[in-house]
């Protein structure tokens, strides 16, 4: 090993270095720091209706507001796992939390379109610096043998942001200001900065300055790696695509306001953080596998379920399978996400943590602009067949509620039949489309045991033991 390589090492840091109660708190700051992000991706979900009509957006634009934080998101990630190998983890950490916070202040003071997508895209780039740096720490600082009770314990308080974005959002469109969604971000930002700095610093930065590449290509030979690259773009595809046309449906075709709106999406996201929770401690029971299949078959029953639920109007029979769809997405992506990280070198993991979260990233950002895409041509279609105005005109009312108009009741009946039975449809594609990524893998033989990880070059043999016991 060279001398760079060896400083690298000793900065890098383990879990045996912080105390039971300090891997735990580390953990819970991690899980905290993910919250921006996560509160982000799901807050807009009740407020973009009175984003819309506040500042005249098309519904075109108003897409663009949810799809340039994702395709910013996904895009940098990889850059920015590296970037945290390079500069070390908890740097990296600090500046993605600095360059979220000045993004959400762009989007907080925008008065047209191109500067709050602008500040959307410059939140992304924040969260593809943060997430890679977390994931990392996460895995680093949890004790050998525990990576999948720490993974599930952060994946369920991170959840908590995906379960307060829409009834935060909700309430503050309501009774205060849309802008103070955004402006609410800097005030959870600085403490997290000093809580950080007392709690992670005895984890080490975790450096890997040698590092030229985005990617070690040879990463990729890893089956645990292409199984779970796979499997996680596929079925985060349905994902972010229900809770934003949920928080649309929600107020144009039952009548809710946004506070109430996001109250309702609640136990969906909660279903998210159950999931974590119970994930990550099958996998450190039984493994992977089944968790992941049981996960996806899950996501299927439930996207079918939705698709009639839809069509009928019912609150209650809506709610039941968003909840139970979100332990499934959990179940199907904690423990393989695991597996994937803990199967490479404690050097290599804030790459492949990057590698991962691009992966789940990309299947939102698709799942966002395809089913999006296919729910907003399959409204127009809807309206254009049965009413005598402007579908354009009639959808733009359904999108935004809380906008007066001067159509006609039944031609607004209209629209919000087609948003019910455009969303069903989709929620059916998506459904065909998990199933399918599901038998694809098992064809591929991606559930193939893959054995104990390569030794790494260099390594000693305490430290291949620790990397095996990871695993």
């Known amino acids: 090993m060279d001398t760079e390589s ?4 000793a900065d890098g840091g383990n879990s045996n270095q912080l105390s039971k109660r300090g891997w735990k708190v580390s953990i819970f700051v991690l899980a905290m720091a993910s919250l921006v992000t996560a509160i982000d991706l799901t807050i807009i979900s009740v407020a973009l209706p009175t984003v819309e009509n506040d500042l005249e957006l098309s519904p075109a634009a108003g897409q663009w507001v949810v799809n340039a934080y994702l395709i910013s998101f996904t895009v940098m990630l990889i850059p920015g796992g590296m ?6 983890q908890i740097r990296g950490l600090n500046l993605g939390l600095l360059t979220f916070s000045l993004g959400s202040l762009m989007c907080a003071i925008a008065g047209d379109e191109t500067l709050i997508i602008a500040g959307r895209a410059v939140q992304g780039l924040g969260a593809a610096v943060l997430m890679p740096c977390i994931q990392a720490l996460v895995t680093r600082v949890a004790p050998p043998g525990k990576t999948g009770t720490a993974f599930g314990i952060y994946a369920a308080v991170s959840s908590v942001g995906l379960a307060a974005g829409p009834l935060l959002g909700g309430v503050i469109v309501e009774y205060v200001d849309w802008r103070w969604i955004f402006y609410i971000n800097p005030l959870i930002l600085v403490p997290l900065l000093l809580l950080v700095r ?3 610093r005895e984890a080490g930065e975790g450096i890997d300055a040698g590092r030229k590449r985005l990617v070690d290509w040879a990463l990729l030979k890893r089956p645990s790696l292409r199984s779970g690259l796979w499997l996680i773009f596929f079925v985060r595809i349905p994902l972010i695509w229900i809770f934003i046309y949920s928080g649309i449906y929600f107020q144009s075709v039952l009548g809710m306001t946004p506070a109430t709106a996001g109250l309702a999406i609640l136990p969906g996201i909660a279903g998210i953080a159950i999931g974590g929770l119970v994930s990550g401690r099958l996998k450190d029971k039984i493994g992977w596998r089944k968790p992941t299949v049981a996960g996806f078959i899950g996501v299927v029953g ?3 379920l939705l698709g009639f639920a839809l069509t009928w109007e019912s609150y209650v029979a809506i709610v039941i399978p968003m909840f139970i769809l979100g332990i499934a997405v959990n179940m199907a992506t904690t423990p393989v996400n695991v597996h994937a990280i803990t199967d490479a070198d404690e050097l290599q993991r804030g790459m492949i943590s990057g590698t991962m979260t691009v992966s789940a990233q990309a299947g939102n950002t698709v799942g966002s602009i395809v089913l999006g895409g296919i729910t907003n041509a399959l409204v127009l279609a809807g309206i254009t067949a049965t009413a005598g105005y402007s579908a354009n005109e009639i959808y733009s009312q359904v999108q935004h509620p809380a906008k007066s108009s001067n159509l006609p009741q039944a031609a607004l009946d209209s629209g919000q039949q087609a948003l019910a039975d455009g969303m069903a ?18 064809a591929m033989r991606m559930f193939k045991d893959p054995g104990a990880p390569p030794a790494k070059s260099g390594q000693s043999a305490a430290g291949s033991d620790a990397a095996s016991a990871a695993a």
């Open 83 to 88: 970037l945290g190998d390079r500069i070390g």
């Open 302 to 304: 439930c996207l079918i």
């Open 198 to 200: 007392v709690y992670l």
């Open 6 to 9: 060896a400083s690298a090492v």
């Open 425 to 442: 449809t989709a929620s059916f594609i998506g459904a065909a489309i998990v199933l399918a990524a599901l038998l694809l893998a098992w």
